[in-house]
């Protein structure tokens, strides 16, 4: 299991990342992708991991965007202030208008069009792949979804994982963490469910929308240089066995965050 903000695979200030190759070098039999790309006449990430790894899934676009790949800048991954005035790798006109310094960058660089959303692939049985969407907040330039997957493992058990990519907690991401937590929750009554992906949130306010959620592996996981937080997570509802787990740096602003996991037989029937 594995979720890996992907950046669109570019940085802030619009330079190509190895994100992309880092997501499909993870080993993963579950993996959530948020802020994955897929062009209109270019870079398919969706497409390009499907092929790669044998793996089958949805994407849902969240975000008509355009994306910089021949931008230029020093060795920091974005721009000094990018959450105040922008960045320079994605461009979002949707909901919202560009900065100044946005649009002037924006003319001075090649960019490509094409939609930003989240992926879930899975090279396990699927019996059944859906999304739904979440309440787009105010202050968002995007949309929200939440992915589902119902899936089974080789001796037939089945158990379901919610891809997420929330909202930040400032931009009132409460109330989708709300729709989730009850959506999953009455789910968890007769299965094994994950909810796994990008939260924009720390532990502690988990601990209080998600109660009885377990957090199914602990690792810093942005910035990604030099983290210092964790806002990538892997809840778990039902009889998990945690092997291992971990995060890594792929290139992206996020660490891609890794955990084995597998199912207690015995308690899973028991339920």
């Avoid at 690792?219 to 778990?236: C, N």
């Amino acid at each position: 299991m594995a979720t890996f903000n992907l950046h669109a695979g570019v940085d802030g200030w619009g330079r190509r990342t190895r994100a992309l190759e880092h997501a499909a070098a993870l080993g993963a039999d579950v993996l959530v992708c948020p802020e994955m790309w897929r062009g209109d006449a270019g870079e398919d990430h969706f497409g390009a991991l499907s092929d790669a790894l044998g793996m089958a899934g949805l994407f849902v676009p969240l975000a008509r965007a355009e994306r910089s790949t021949q931008g230029t800048g020093p060795a920091s991954w974005q721009p000094r202030g990018a959450h105040l005035h922008g960045e320079y790798g994605l461009f979002f006109t949707e909901h919202r208008s560009l900065t100044d310094a946005q649009r002037a960058r924006r003319s001075s660089v090649p960019a490509e069009a094409g939609q930003w959303g989240i992926g879930l692939l899975t090279r396990l049985p699927i019996d059944a792949v859906t999304s739904e969407p979440l309440e787009r907040q105010p202050r968002e330039r995007v949309r929200r979804a939440i992915v589902r997957a119902d899936v089974r493992l080789g001796d037939g058990s089945a158990f379901t994982v919610f891809g997420v990519h929330f909202a930040h907690l400032s931009h009132g991401s409460f109330r989708q963490f709300r729709h989730v937590r009850d959506v999953a929750g009455a789910l968890a009554q007769d299965r094994p469910v994950l909810i796994v992906g990008d939260f924009n949130s720390w532990r502690p306010p988990l601990r209080l929308f998600f109660p009885g959620w377990r957090q199914l592996v602990r690792a810093r996981t942005w910035p990604a240089r030099r983290p210092h937080s964790q806002i990538d997570h892997v809840l778990g509802s039902g009889p998990w066995l945690v092997r291992d787990g971990g995060a890594s740096d792929g290139g992206s602003d996020h660490r891609a965050l890794v955990v084995d996991l597998d199912l207690d037989e015995e308690a899973a029937r028991a339920r």
